[in-house]
């Protein structure tokens, strides 16, 4: 009799939002992945649910930091991992219901159109080196996001439209924009937003990479980073401010975190599974099993945000035609590409958004693997099978090519597959592959006709950033009028299930013009010792606080 797998955790825990433009950028920022919230009582292990305090959590990811400023760019979630047990937000999104709740600050009130968010701090919070924090301090952190805005580039995106923040008193600040940006309180909850203490704010910002001058109000300081090898965190005696999500609301449990760069996921597996760490992150769907099969916990999170999926350049070409884009939503078998290159945790697409993205419905029916439609619909648009079973229409061949990066190791099996069903509804693709600086010279000289890749961010409004004829790349503008109004309307309103119900309409649409043929949601997977509790991933699908982490006896 087989022994069964021990349960995934699916543990949901805090919100931090990492917007990219342009979908080629998009591309570069996948590949995180949290879970639902159980903490510890999903662990599979006969150990004591009775916190442990003391001890050192080892952590080992496949990438380096590069830096630990959360305002500039680093190495994608690895980075954020890190920043994120240094430096606290305003507010959280809980992974549960995806909705805003206080954090370091305690209450807010927004106006009617969105453009002024009003908050209260809480009281008795302060910056490692001890500094109070005050609504000053919040005012001089956005004015010098604004400021530096060239170098700002992960936070200023979320900052558009940002004209100044007023201070009241000492806990109270109004943050204003110059036009509706309902989507802000998703984005104060990010890690680009995190409020840094006025000793690092007024240092230049090439001094900033250095984490020992990031000064935040977190849980954790930085004792020392050592490039591509490794970051030790010390745990900050006094913190008493998480967010109410996590079971512990004072300073962490453990007295240490190692994060330890190691690029080779194979190499991680085998760390874990010989008890040399105490969790790995970027699990891939190969040695998901072999953890399962070792009764090693895993934690999982399909990742919010745009799903995985193909991105026509609809401006020219075979793809300018709605019946040819149509075609393809029902030319894929994404329940066969799930079998093939992935495994049950990663779920297949039932629309634009991942299903744990705030403005989500359910569009599973119109994504239906249907071929003899997509044949009925490229008849329609009148391409006739011809020679080697690839469609022809005055003398061209219907064929398209399709632009991928390897940031996500499935990827590659992922699009082979897609190049195969495509083709037995006579569409013939040409797979292209490079870096994300070769893909985007491909993108803005018009060579490719379709893009696969996806863009996290745990907010509807994330359909925005890739379809909005304002804000999509020229070489591939939506030019939708209807879409546009929709898009816009969701960044009007502060009330959350109206801009669901927006957010649904304009994923509509989406589909009925084939702007977007959803594949498979992208899935963040850590694996954990099973004597380690209180790892969690937040609503982005990211790593969460530590503060409910520790190691139990084994």
């Not at 009148?382 to 090519?401: F, Y």
């Not at 010279?441 to 893009?451: N, T, V, Y």
């Not at 929709?486 to 702007?515: F, P, V, W």
Request: aromatic content about 6%; glycine content about 10%; some cysteine.
């Amino acid at each position: 009799m087989k022994t069964p797998p021990p349960p995934a955790r699916r543990i949901i825990r805090r919100a931090a939002p990492l917007i990219a433009v342009g979908i080629a950028v998009a591309l570069a920022v996948t590949g995180c992945s949290p879970s639902a919230k159980s903490g510890s009582a999903a662990s599979a292990t006969a150990d004591s649910s009775k916190p442990v305090s003391g001890g050192t959590l080892t952590f080992s990811l496949d990438n380096d930091p590069i830096n630990l400023n959360p305002r500039i760019p680093g190495s994608g979630n690895d980075t954020l991992y890190v920043e994120r047990q240094l430096v606290d937000s305003l507010v959280e999104q809980d992974p549960a219901t995806g909705k805003i709740i206080p954090w370091l600050a305690e209450s807010w009130t927004v106006n009617a159109d969105a453009t002024a968010y009003t908050f209260t701090l809480r009281k008795g919070v302060t910056f490692s080196d001890g500094t109070p924090l005050t609504a000053a301090v919040v005012k001089q952190n956005f004015d010098d996001i604004a400021q530096n805005a060239t170098q700002a580039t992960n936070a200023i995106t979320q900052l558009a439209g940002y004209t100044g923040t007023s201070v009241k008193d000492d806990q109270t600040f109004t943050v204003s924009f110059s036009k509706p940006d309902g989507a802000f309180l998703n984005a104060a909850s990010s890690v680009a937003l995190g409020i840094l203490a006025p000793s690092t704010l007024a240092l230049p910002y090439p001094q900033r990479a250095d984490g020992s001058k990031v000064v935040g109000s977190g849980p954790f300081v930085l004792e020392r980073y050592t490039p591509n090898t490794s970051v030790v965190l010390k745990r900050r005696s006094g913190y008493a401010w998480a967010p109410k999500d996590y079971g512990n609301r004072a300073a962490a449990y453990v007295d240490k975190v190692q994060f330890t760069i190691v690029p080779e996921a194979g190499v991680r597996t085998g760390s874990l599974t010989s008890g040399q760490v105490d969790v790995i992150g970027g699990v891939l769907p190969q040695d998901i099993q072999s953890l399962k099969s070792a009764k090693l916990p895993l934690v999982i999170r399909s990742n919010p945000g745009i799903t995985f999926g193909l991105t026509p350049f609809i401006g020219s070409g075979p793809l300018a035609d709605q019946d040819v884009r149509r075609a393809l939503l029902t030319a894929v078998d994404r329940k066969q590409i799930q079998r093939s290159a992935l495994t049950p945790e990663f779920k297949v697409a039932t629309n634009v958004l991942a299903a744990n993205t705030p403005g989500w419905a359910d569009q599973g029916k119109q994504l239906g693997y249907d071929p003899a439609a997509s044949k009925k619909l490229l008849d329609k648009a009148g391409w006739k099978v011809g020679a080697g079973g690839i469609r022809e229409k005055d003398g061209q061949k219907l064929q398209l090519t399709l632009g991928w990066i390897s940031n996500f190791n499935p990827n590659q099996s992922i699009v082979q597959i897609i190049q195969q069903e495509l083709k037995a509804v006579g569409v013939g693709v040409t797979l292209w592959s490079g870096t994300v600086p070769q893909l985007l010279a491909q993108e803005a000289s018009g060579k490719l006709d379709l893009l696969y890749g996806n863009l996290s961010r745990a907010d509807g409004d994330v359909l925005r950033t890739q379809f909005s004829s304002a804000t999509t790349a020229t070489t591939n503008k939506f030019d939708d009028a209807e879409l546009d109004q929709l898009l816009t309307a969701q960044l009007g309103t502060a009330d959350q299930s109206k801009r669901n119900k927006i957010a649904q309409q304009a994923q509509e649409r989406i589909l009925q013009l084939g702007y977007d043929v959803p594949i498979v949601e992208l899935t963040t997977v850590l694996g954990t010792q099973r004597n380690v509790h209180g790892v969690v991933l937040g609503a982005d699908s990211r790593l969460g606080l530590l503060v409910d982490a520790y190691v139990g006896k084994k």
